[in-house]
């Protein structure tokens, strides 16, 4: 699951919602939660503004950090 999806749908907002706040079509976000279209970096600030989080929560997620003691 995309981590957009994953923001969406713990915000409990439908993607029409989402869209329509982030002022962008649905058809667009949907290709965007699919991995059908890459998010680009002004999609993904309007999303982080509407989904209540930040920017860098849609980036993928790590196992660790480079440099960490692990």
Do not use: N, Y
């Amino acid at each position: 699951m995309s981590q957009v999806k994953a923001k969406r749908e713990a915000a409990g907002l439908s993607m029409s919602e989402v869209a329509r706040r982030a002022k962008m079509l649905g058809t667009k976000l949907w290709k965007i939660e699919h991995g059908e279209r890459r998010l680009t970096l002004e999609d993904a600030a309007r999303l982080a503004e509407v989904l209540g989080c930040d920017v860098k929560d849609f980036l993928p997620q790590r196992e660790h950090e480079p440099g960490s003691a692990s």
